[in-house]
């Protein structure tokens, strides 16, 4: 019976790379990093580990300690899938050092994201004018309205008067929403009141029953 060896030593090479692959993974994610953040901890790009990572590249047993002891392991516990992966508590001090930065970085994302969803910037930028269709639909511009107004209508928990920066420039990016398009179509714009610098809007006698496109869900009806 011939044997076809060199073949079975390509296929337990590649099995070799993929284990090894799968494994630098885990130990990357228990790191709680990216790719990105752990290609620039290890001064390389993210291409070469996602290529690591999916066991598309020869790796040499020099690779596989190089990045073995950045979670403070030896090569062959780091591609032993039996041995267990330490917390990142117990790694050396240089990567928990990069995983409390990536973490930091994380938070000050999510804090950016929240104030901008607080101020209306994320609805401005995702479907501002689908929610202001919808307000224009269940006939909340049947008089006249600023767009403080509908600013507010949008959202319940934001304080009329203490408006930050952000909320105003919203605001006023919303004006100009309301001025032109298929909403110049829908609504007059009127002169602000006297002593008012807001103009309002209302909605043209002519598309009463107007139904706005899709589903939006809105804030309950206020009374101003």
């Known amino acids: 019976m011939k044997i076809n060896i060199s073949n079975k030593v390509y296929r337990k090479n590649l099995n070799a790379k993929k284990d090894f692959g799968r494994r630098l993974k885990a130990y990357r994610k228990a790191a709680n990093l990216d790719q990105a953040t752990y290609a620039i901890f290890k001064k390389t790009s993210p291409a070469y580990i996602s290529g690591l ?5 020869d790796v ?17 516990q ?5 041995f267990p992966i330490p917390a990142l508590e117990q790694m050396p001090a240089a990567i928990r050092r990069v995983a409390a930065q990536a973490a930091n970085e994380r938070k000050k994302k999510a804090n950016e994201k929240a104030t901008k969803k607080a101020a209306g910037t994320g609805i401005y930028k995702t479907g ?5 269709h919808a307000l224009v639909a269940r006939g909340f511009f049947t008089k006249p309205r600023t767009t403080k107004d509908a600013y507010l209508q949008l959202h319940p928990g934001v304080r009329a008067g203490k408006l930050t ?10 004006t100009g929403t309301l001025s032109k398009g298929r909403f110049a179509k829908l609504l007059d714009k009127l002169e602000p009141l006297a002593g008012s610098t807001a103009v309002r809007f209302v909605q043209k006698a002519s598309t009463q029953g107007y139904e706005a496109p899709g589903d939006v869900n809105v804030a309950a009806e206020k009374k101003y």
């Open 78 to 82: 780091l591609s032993n899938p039996d």
């Open 53 to 57: 990572e999916q066991g598309n590249l």
């Open 128 to 132: 501002m004018s689908k929610a202001l």
């Open 165 to 174: 920066a952000e909320q105003q420039q919203a605001i006023s990016k919303m």
């Open 60 to 76: 040499r047993i020099e690779t596989m300690e190089h990045h073995a002891k950045s979670f403070g392991v030896h090569h062959y």
